[in-house]
C-alpha cells in the first residue's frame, strides 16, 4: 500500500531516499524475492510505478484518496483471480526495516493457518506489546476489506474477527518502525546504517 499522502511528513516520503535508495524500494525489493506468491502496489503517486516495474510488480495507480480506497483496490486485484489466493499479506510503503526473513516466517505460518488473520507483534522501542503491519487476512473476509467504512484500517476487521487473530512475534522493535515523521525517517536511517535490512 502505497497511497498516504504524507500529510505528517511534509514532502512525499516514499521516494525520500533512505541510505542511497527510495524509501518504498526496501519493500518492493524484499516482497519481489517470493517470485510464487503475486504482487500488486496500490498507489496516487505517479512516481512509484517506474520503481515497482523495475522489480516485475504491477501498479494500481489511483486518484482516490482514503485507505479504505487502496485497500479495496487491492483486495479486488486479487479477488478477479480465476483461483484467489487464500490469504492476502497487505504491507505498508514507509515501513522499511521489515526482515525478509520475517516477511518469509508469515507467510509459512499462515499456510498451516490459512483461516486465520495473521499480524506482527513484538516489544516495542518502550519495551511495551505492540502490533504492525504486515497483516495476512484469509479469503472469509475479503468482502469486508472491500466495504470499509470511509478512512477504515484492516484493523476494523481485526478487532471484528478477534476471535480468528494471531500473531507473529519478533525482537527486533526496529521492523516496527514506519516513517511518519522527519524524526521517525531519521530514526529509520541510523537503523538502516547499523544493519542490514
Not at 535508495?21 to 517470493?34: A, G, V, W
Not at 472491500?146 to 500473531?167: D, R
Amino acid at each position: 500500500m502505497a497511497s498516504g499522502q504524507s500529510l505528517r511528513f511534509g514532502e512525499n516520503k516514499l521516494i525520500k531516499p533512505l541510505c542511497g535508495r527510495p524509501l518504498i524500494e526496501y519493500i518492493i525489493e524484499k516482497i519481489s524475492s517470493f517470485s510464487e506468491v503475486p504482487a500488486v502496489v496500490v498507489t496516487r503517486w505517479p512516481a512509484i510505478p517506474p520503481i515497482a516495474e523495475r522489480y516485475g510488480i504491477p501498479v494500481i495507480l489511483h486518484e482516490y484518496p482514503l485507505v479504505n480506497d487502496t485497500i479495496r483496490l487491492g483486495t479486488e486485484y486479487f479477488m478477479q483471480y480465476k483461483k484467489p489466493p487464500l490469504g492476502i499479506m497487505y504491507c505498508v510503503a514507509d515501513q522499511p526495516l521489515i526482515r525478509l526473513s520475517t516477511l518469509r516466517e508469515l507467510f509459512e505460518k499462515f499456510a498451516g493457518h490459512p483461516d486465520s488473520i495473521l499480524r506482527l507483534g513484538g516489544p516495542g522501542k518502550d519495551g511495551k506489546e505492540r502490533f504492525s503491519n504486515p497483516v495476512i487476512f484469509p479469503q472469509s473476509v475479503y468482502d469486508e476489506l472491500c466495504t470499509l467504512p470511509q478512512g477504515k484500517t484492516g484493523k476494523f476487521v481485526i478487532q471484528k474477527h478477534s476471535e480468528i487473530v494471531e500473531t507473529l512475534r519478533t525482537g527486533d522493535y526496529a521492523e516496527f518502525l514506519d516513517a511518519d515523521t522527519e524524526q521517525e525517517f531519521a530514526e529509520i536511517e541510523q537503523n538502516c546504517r547499523l544493519q542490514q535490512y
